[in-house]
């Protein structure tokens, strides 16, 4: 294996774990805002933090499946 394509395997193999952590969040805080929901709590900076999980985690998805591009997967 190529030392490029070496650390591109490192880097694809840290973008899936980032991706893996990323559903973990998001499913919690998704948890956590339907809860306060159902308990007439104001639900406004739970949604802003999804919204912000959310948009890191489109990220995360592009990096890693730019890398997996680049690696012919």
């Keep these: 294996m ?3 394509q070496a650390m591109l395997r490192e880097r ?5 774990r980032h991706v ?3 559903e973990v969040h998001i499913s919690r805080q998704r948890r956590i805002v339907t809860e ?3 308990n007439g709590h104001d639900t406004g900076m739970a949604t802003r933090l999804l919204r ?4 890191s985690q489109a990220f995360h998805i592009e990096h890693r499946d730019r890398l997996r591009r680049e690696l012919g997967f």
């Design 12 to 16: 694809l193999a840290q973008a899936e």
């Design 2 to 4: 190529r030392p490029n």
């Design 36 to 38: 306060l929901e159902g």
């Design 52 to 55: 912000s999980f959310e948009e």
């Design 20 to 22: 893996a952590e990323g």
